[in-house]
C-alpha cells in the first residue's frame, strides 16, 4: 500500500528519483528550474547531428531537387546552414548560381515557447508569407527543410512556393517529424516512454501539442499544384516533393 502521505505525481517521472541519486548528483536534480532547463537542452539542438546521419534521405532531397550548376535555390528551414545543407547546395549551383536561406529556427523556439498558435489551432505554426514578395519565377526550385510542421497552411504555402518557381522544376518537402509513428515506438517500450515523458514533463509544451502533417495530407495540400507528386519516408523523416507544371 503506498503512503498517504506520499504526494508524487505518478506521470512524473521527476518524482520518482530516489534519494540515492539525489545523494550522487546533489540536491539540484530536484530544482524545476533545472529541470526545465536540462530538459529543453537535451531535446533543442539536435538537427544537425540527426541530419548528418541521416545519409539516405539527404541524398535524395538533392537527387529530387535536380539542382544544376547556375541554378538559384530557396531554402527554409531550421539549423539550415549547420545542418550543411547551405554548403551541400552552393557546392552543386556553383558561383553562377545561388543559395537563399530563409532561418525559422529562432521563430519556432519561440512559438513554442510562447503558446504561439496559427490559424488551423496548431502549437508552433504561422503564416508562411516568405515568398509573398518574391517575383514569379525567381527561383528554379524550393526546398522546405526541417519547416514543414510550422506553416498554418500548406495550401496557400505551396501555392506561393511554386508561384516564385520555374515551370518544370521541383519543389521539396522534408521533415524529421513528431508524428504517430514516435508515439508508438514509445508506447511499445517502457524506456522511450520513460525518456519522452520525462523531458516533456518540464521542456514546456506535451509531445502531443507537437504540429504534424503527414505525407497524405500534404499531398491533398499539393493535389492540382504539383504533378508527379511523391513520397518518401525513413526513420521518422518524412518527404514530399512534386513539380510545377
Not at 519556432?108 to 490559424?119: E, N, S
Not at 514509445?186 to 501539442?209: C, E, N, P, S
Request: glycine share 10%; with cysteine; proline share 5%.
Amino acid at each position: 500500500m503506498s503512503d498517504p502521505r506520499d504526494d508524487r505525481d505518478p506521470d512524473d517521472p521527476w518524482d520518482w528519483m530516489v534519494p540515492e541519486d539525489a545523494a550522487r548528483f546533489g540536491d539540484v536534480i530536484r530544482d524545476r528550474a533545472e529541470q526545465k532547463r536540462w530538459s529543453q537542452a537535451v531535446f533543442l539542438g539536435g538537427l544537425p547531428y540527426m541530419w548528418r546521419k541521416a545519409a539516405v534521405p539527404r541524398q535524395l532531397i538533392f537527387d529530387r531537387l535536380e539542382l544544376t550548376e547556375g541554378d538559384r535555390l530557396l531554402i527554409v528551414g531550421e539549423a539550415v546552414e549547420g545542418c550543411g545543407f547551405g554548403d551541400e547546395a552552393r557546392s552543386i549551383v556553383g558561383p553562377d548560381g545561388a543559395v537563399d536561406i530563409v532561418e525559422i529556427m529562432d521563430a519556432a523556439r519561440d512559438a513554442y515557447l510562447g503558446g504561439v498558435k496559427g490559424r488551423g489551432g496548431q502549437l508552433a505554426t504561422w503564416r508562411f508569407d516568405y515568398a509573398n514578395n518574391i517575383p514569379d519565377g525567381q527561383y528554379d526550385c524550393v526546398a522546405v527543410i526541417q519547416a514543414v510542421q510550422h506553416a498554418d497552411d500548406w495550401r496557400e504555402a505551396g501555392a506561393q512556393f511554386l508561384r516564385i518557381m520555374k515551370p518544370g522544376r521541383r519543389i521539396v518537402l522534408a521533415e524529421i517529424t513528431f508524428g504517430p509513428n514516435l508515439a508508438f515506438a514509445a508506447q511499445m517500450d517502457v524506456h522511450l516512454d520513460y525518456l519522452l515523458t520525462k523531458i516533456f514533463r518540464r521542456i514546456g509544451w506535451q509531445f502531443a501539442d507537437f504540429p504534424y502533417y503527414s505525407p497524405e495530407a500534404l499531398a491533398a495540400a499539393f493535389a492540382g499544384l504539383v504533378t508527379d507528386p511523391q513520397t518518401f519516408c525513413w526513420k521518422g523523416i518524412e518527404m514530399f516533393w512534386g513539380r510545377k507544371g
